[in-house]
């Protein structure tokens, strides 16, 4: 990405009432920041939701002046970025309606084939909450996954101290720029996420800790991971949140039970009762919903000859032998393929007893 497009996206971050979901139309209509911004406000006014009072938003100059002082922090700090339209802005993220337009990053996080989750829970976690979830961690490492969580106290920062543990990949999703580090306490943890993982934001360097910024940071967590996971929750709280925003986008969601009495079970069993989660009471239930399949670095996936399968049904049923469940959408980007198309194979498939659909829209090989 061009300096000036970096420019133009970061404008377009801070134009006022435009947010990720308008942001994210502007851009699929003229191809790029920089187009938003060069396009006749008549253009404008004809893309959906967007109104004539928000012309004089657009026009701004303080945006670019703005954007000016923030990408000179960028610059500065060794920032990495991932525009919505860019190959390395994460995957699944990509598929949410509100996904931020612009993603920043520190650290070495490398996103590929592995499975993700997000782990949440109470800043409040008790020992039995942290026993299991170290034994979840210890037990899912088999799998190689990506261990997403908001580096907060509690559960958050028990999951990603797991994770290092046992040598996983971790993300911190945070609720503030790369100027700062919340809380302070876990200043000690930032160098080796760095190194086994990173943080990822997308908020700016002088975005200060407020409330609603830790409730919309939650949507990147939920976003990130095919699964989130509650280990621990009272009746209402940020962990909750990001289990509704993860159904939202048609995710799976988990959550650990506890006795009726326990305060910080309630929010999990509630979960439960409403069929708003999956109970899960042993590590295996992870990988048996969302099928994944131990790593073995001396295997190699081996596809079986079916001379019926045309060319793009063996494009598609490879795909899914490589990457496992799959949504639409992914196999659609993977195969380069019309989403129509795929729909429409992956139907032939289900009929020869290849492909079947599972929870959440996903798809898989029988």
């Not at 993700?116 to 210890?138: P, Y």
């Not at 999951?159 to 876990?186: D, R, V, W």
């Not at 939202?248 to 989660?277: H, M, W």
Request: net charge negative; aromatic share 10%.
């Amino acid at each position: 990405m061009s300096e000036q497009e970096l420019l133009a996206y970061l404008a377009l971050q801070k134009v006022p009432l435009v947010g990720d979901v308008l942001a994210k139309r502007l851009l699929l209509q003229f191809g790029s920041a920089r187009a938003v911004f060069e396009a006749a406000s008549t253009d404008w006014i004809q893309v959906e939701g967007f109104g004539r009072q928000l012309v004089s938003n657009m026009s701004d100059p303080v945006l670019f002046s703005q954007a000016e002082s923030e990408l000179k922090f960028i610059k500065d700090n060794g920032v990495e970025y991932h525009s919505i339209l860019s190959d390395t802005y994460p995957e699944n993220l990509r598929h949410c309606p509100d996904g931020p337009i612009l993603l920043f990053q520190k650290g070495d996080i490398r996103i590929s084939t592995q499975p993700i989750i997000s782990i949440v829970g109470t800043r409040q976690i008790t020992a039995r909450g942290k026993d299991f979830l170290e034994m979840l961690i210890r037990s899912l490492a088999m799998y190689n996954p990506v261990i997403v969580s908001g580096f907060a106290y509690g559960a958050d920062i028990a999951a990603q101290k797991a994770a290092l543990k046992n040598n996983l990949q971790t993300i911190g999703c945070l609720a503030h720029g790369f100027e700062q580090i919340y809380p302070k306490s876990h200043l000690k943890y930032v160098e080796p996420i760095m190194n086994h993982g990173g943080f990822l934001s997308d908020f700016w360097s002088t975005d200060t800790f407020e409330r609603n910024n830790f409730l919309k940071r939650n949507r990147i967590i939920a976003g990130l991971s095919e699964a989130t996971i509650v280990i621990e929750s009272a009746a209402k709280g940020g962990s909750l949140v990001t289990a509704d925003i993860a159904n939202s986008y048609n995710r799976e969601v988990f959550a650990v039970p506890g006795r009726t009495t326990d305060l910080f079970s309630e929010g999990c069993n509630n979960l439960i009762k409403r069929q708003q989660a999956h109970l899960i009471s042993s590590p295996e239930d992870i990988p048996l919903m969302l099928n994944w399949r131990e790593i073995d670095s001396n295997s190699e996936i081996k596809e079986l000859p079916f001379p019926d399968l045309d060319e793009i049904e063996e494009k598609i049923y490879s795909y899914l032998g490589i990457h496992g469940r799959s949504f639409i959408d992914h196999i659609s980007i993977g195969c380069e393929l019309p989403s129509y198309i795929v729909a429409s194979k992956l139907l032939g498939l289900e009929l020869k007893n290849l492909v079947k659909p599972s929870v959440g829209k996903f798809f898989e090989r029988v």
